[in-house]
């Protein structure tokens, strides 16, 4: 639970602009799953699906609102979003991605090519 509320913390800290506090919680948060890895029936504990695959959907979304564009395509790279079992996990993934993408003047063809 103390994962989930450190992603949940990083997400308000990048919708306010705090860049540093929202990095701060996902450290945090990335220590966590760590060392509880991801669920294997990829849902979890109160179905947060909380491990290192979720912090790194997270990292994604607070990405994305810190208009960090080009790191969201790059955590994009190797990201298997059916990895998680919740389907709105997974939305999560494509909205982040396509948001990314569309910012950064690039489409599919063009997502792994660096600006």
């Known amino acids: 639970m103390l994962g ?3 992603l949940s913390a990083s997400m308000w800290s990048a919708i306010e602009g705090r860049t540093d506090g929202s990095r701060d919680h996902l450290v945090a948060a990335q220590a966590d799953a760590e060392t509880l890895g991801n669920p294997e029936d990829g849902v979890g504990f109160n179905l ?4 290192p695959t979720n912090v790194r959907l997270w990292q994604m979304n ?3 609102e810190l208009a960090e564009y080009g ?3 790059e955590l994009a790279q ?3 979003p059916t990895a998680l079992r919740a389907v709105d996990r997974q939305q999560a993934y494509w909205l982040a991605y396509g948001r990314a993408l569309a910012h950064s ?3 599919d063809q063009q997502r ?3 600006t």
Do not use: C, D, P, S
Not at 48 to 51: A, R, V
């Open 4 to 6: 989930q509320l450190h």
């Open 48 to 51: 947060l699906g909380f491990g």
């Open 62 to 64: 607070g990405a994305v």
């Open 71 to 73: 790191k969201v395509i």
């Open 78 to 80: 190797g990201f298997r």
């Open 105 to 107: 003047g690039r489409n």
């Open 112 to 114: 792994w090519r660096r």
